[in-house]
């Protein structure tokens, strides 16, 4: 299954692994600091800088998208890949991001056509079920999540290896 999603060919190869890599290095962390600091609010202190800073970025990487795709179907070429599904999921909830995609026609026209394949439809609504108003949790439920959400330090590692 994976060969009909990651093309085989060097530079079809090269193609999907270079969006993947944007992806897991830009897009993903980027969009997720953004939703970190601004779903955040005044709760810990002002954030205004930070989601201003990672909303610029989340608006440039839309714009990264859109200049891709303005010669081609998908990300990487003329055929969907891996790439494509793995960018998706990010792309969505722009509304939520402060982002008008009427911006990115490009990418909007991708967007759409990714939305609209059935199996993504299926695969988005995974969960969907578990998605809740994180307010309306009990406080000791928000205190237990927040505890693991912000201001985490590493443990300390064992000063000498059990070995058995």
């Known amino acids: 299954m ?9 530079r079809g190869k090269y193609a999907v692994t270079e969006w993947v890599m944007w992806q ?7 969009f997720g600091e953004a939703g970190h600091f601004k779903n955040l ?3 810990r202190g002002d954030q205004s800088y930070a989601v201003r800073r990672f909303s610029d970025e989340v608006n440039r990487l839309y714009g990264v998208m859109n ?3 303005y010669d081609r179907r ?3 070429g003329a055929e969907y890949t891996i790439a494509d599904m793995i960018c998706y999921p990010w792309a969505t909830r722009w509304e939520a991001r402060g982002q008008d995609i ?7 026209r991708w967007f ?10 299926r695969g988005m609504s995974v969960g969907s079920d578990l998605i ?3 307010s309306k949790l009990p406080k000791e439920e928000q205190e237990r999540r927040a505890k693991i959400m912000y201001n985490q330090r590493a443990l300390p590692a064992p000063d000498e290896v059990n070995r058995a």
């Open 2 to 10: 994976l060969r009909k999603f990651w093309p085989q060919e060097p």
């Open 67 to 69: 200049y891709r795709l």
């Open 24 to 30: 897991m290095a830009n897009q993903g962390p980027k």
């Open 132 to 134: 809740g108003d994180p």
């Open 102 to 108: 009427n911006q990115f026609k490009h990418f909007k």
């Open 112 to 121: 759409e056509e990714i939305s609209a394949r059935p199996a993504v439809q």
């Open 74 to 76: 998908y990300l990487a």
């Open 41 to 43: 609010g005044d709760k």
